[in-house]
């Protein structure tokens, strides 16, 4: 038996996601003995960094018609990969790959499915959060194929130095009446859901002209910018940068509030962030509750020093 990763690509490049994904299988396979073989779909590169994290093969399918995304297409040929590779469980990131594709390949291996795992399979039970983040629950698999996705930043990551085989890999890709006629991309350098750090504003910023030094700070740290719903809502900044209940749920290793108050719509999508500071004016703000660090102060103030103190080092 073996345990099957699917790592996403985009642009012919492995995304963060898909490494998350490895980190996860790897560890799964070397608690429980068995070979963590990954699947890599369309036109990429560098597969053999996934042997870093106990990935022993990668099975490539390099068909030019999997660089769209289709997710019956990529269902059948994981399933087809598993059944190849006699997998008995199958691990996804909780992305929207993971959130379209493990759903489907659920139902079509007839396989129990955990969605957002968080820690390692006890035996045949899987821990997940539920209620935003509030609280946790415990999953039990039965059936012969289990199938989980696992969030962002759930496991601290285990570098083995491993190399991986990449091999060829094939089968009958079904048609799906699906046709990508055009596909457009956001301007933002880097995807919110791919960055290690974000910088987050909200209405404390008063208006649009004083984002400049968010993004500025966000420079200097190599981050992704963000933004409360209603600072989207009003036309302050791009609801592709909304973050929260709402909007978009990520899992930074560090992420940045300034000028958000910490609703708690707001908190359920950033609150399984690994670091979190805070800059606010109000002492009494309910972020500082979830804070790791915070700063009670002007953010005109504040963020220019901070951004000094970090051109500095």
Request: net charge negative; aromatic share 6%.
């Amino acid at each position: 038996m073996s345990i099957l990763i699917y790592a996403d690509s985009n642009n012919g490049t492995l995304t963060k996601n898909a490494f998350e994904a490895a980190n996860y299988g790897g560890q799964l396979a070397k608690s429980t003995g068995k070979n963590a073989v990954a699947l890599v779909l369309g036109s990429a590169s560098g597969l053999e960094e996934l042997g870093n994290y106990g990935i022993t093969k990668v099975l490539h399918f390099a068909d030019a018609g999997l660089d769209s995304f289709d997710p019956q297409k990529i269902s059948a040929v994981v399933a087809e990969a598993a059944k190849s590779e006699g997998a008995d469980t199958i691990i996804f990131a909780h992305d929207y790959t993971g959130k379209s594709v493990a759903p489907r390949l659920s139902a079509k291996l007839d396989a129990g499915l955990v969605s957002g795992a968080i820690a390692l399979p006890n035996g045949n039970t899987v821990k997940k959060a539920v209620f935003s983040g509030k609280a946790f629950a415990e999953i039990e698999i039965t059936t012969a194929t289990k199938i989980i996705s696992v969030l962002p930043n759930a496991l601290d990551k285990v570098v083995t130095g491993g190399s991986a085989e990449v091999v060829s890999f094939s089968c009958e890709i079904p048609s799906t009446g699906l046709k990508v006629k055009e596909v457009r991309k956001e301007s933002t350098e880097l995807s919110l859901t791919e960055a290690d750090i974000v910088v987050s504003a909200g209405r404390g910023l008063k208006g649009p002209e004083n984002w400049g030094m968010i993004e500025e700070l966000a420079k200097v740290l190599g981050a992704a910018t963000a933004c409360s719903r209603p600072v989207a809502d009003i036309g302050w900044r791009p609801h592709h940068e909304h973050v929260g209940q709402t909007g978009l749920a990520i899992r930074p290793n560090l992420y940045f509030a300034i000028g958000i108050s910490g609703a708690i719509q707001h908190l359920a999508g950033v609150n399984g962030s690994k670091v979190i500071v805070v800059i606010n004016t109000d002492a009494e703000a309910p972020f500082f509750k979830a804070a790791d660090y915070g700063i009670v102060g002007d953010a005109f103030e504040v963020v220019p020093k901070l951004i000094e103190a970090i051109k500095s080092l």
